[in-house]
């Protein structure tokens, strides 16, 4: 009855499925079970343990390397049960070397990649140092890197494949100079975008003008800058144009000039014209808001046409426009006060008509 049994077994291990025995069936199921079992035990046990672990320590690098590299990992037994499963099967092919080894490939580069998604807050905060700006160069950086790693694993697939890339890309000829040609633009406005950020021409939230685009930066985009106009028109400059412009940065300045003229009214005597003059340069001179260190003249320089013009130029302690502002009106104030005191009066803008009588024209004739 044993050997009846035992030989029964025999023939059935041995009926041809798909030109394969069945016990190779079998062990190439059984196989492929036992490595998605390990991955579930892996995952519970193992990886778990690790990740409680990581999360004692101080830093969160480890925690960010784990995260990184489990989904790869957990991959790899799937990927080593289609191996033992072909191998038990017998299947021993191009097409299936190739398909593993495309997989293991897909599975090294994922890991890269996660790798640089969870590690570009690194990135973020040391360039983020460096200002505002900054920000958008780390994300330029993150994004070309994040391409550079999907370009080189679908190249290296497809040498895999046997497919000669550098002869396919040479073999796009013109139609490569056409799209080149065709991105000449975007990519002059990339590398302007580059320059920005690099050089710190500026940054978010400074008063800028760039020909006749002036106000805010808004936003510093790898193609496009976004400046925000003083009556909130949103003015979209290409990179490229910003680099080759010259470009004012109002917000750089840590003082603001004032240019101004004082008109004293004509019938003023020469000593009162002295005297304002005095206490004017006395008053800035004595301002705490006014620039010691800066330049500062006044001067009685021009005779214009209804006003005897005192010349003011000096600098405030501030560049901040309400500040500025509140410092020019308490000027202002103490200048009237001054000519005021100073028994003279402020001109304004006035013709003088003369009338002549008959006996002058008849006499000059």
Sequence with gaps: MKGDFFTEL?????????????Y?????FISLGFFLILRKVVVLYIL??????????????????INAIEGPFKFLFVIGGLYFF???????VDLIKHILKGLLIFDIFWAIYNLITEFEDYVYKVLGKFGKASKELASFI??????LIISIGVIALLQDWGINVTGFIASLGLGGLAFALAA????????????????NIFKIGEWIKVGSAEGIVEDIGIRTTKIRAFDKRLIIVPNAIIANSNVENFSRRNKRRVVMRVGLVYDTPVEVVKKVVEDIRSMLLSHPE?????SLLIYFDEFEDSSLSIFCYFFTTTAVWSEYLRIREDINLKIKEIVEKNGTAFAF???SIYFETPLEVKERG
Excluded: H, Y
């Design 86 to 92: 072909f191998l038990f099967l017998g299947i021993d």
């Design 142 to 147: 993150i994004k070309i890197t994040k391409i």
């Design 184 to 199: 000449k633009d975007t990519a002059a406005n990339i590398f302007g975008g580059i320059a920005i950020l690099t050089d």
């Design 290 to 294: 006014v620039a010691k260190d800066e």
């Design 10 to 22: 025999v023939r059935i291990l041995n009926i041809q499925i798909l030109s394969q025995p069945l």
């Design 24 to 28: 190779k069936v079998i062990l190439a």
């Design 48 to 65: 778990k343990s690790v990740s409680f672990l990581a999360a004692k320590t101080k830093n969160d690098i480890d925690d960010k390397f």
């Design 349 to 351: 803008p006035s013709n």
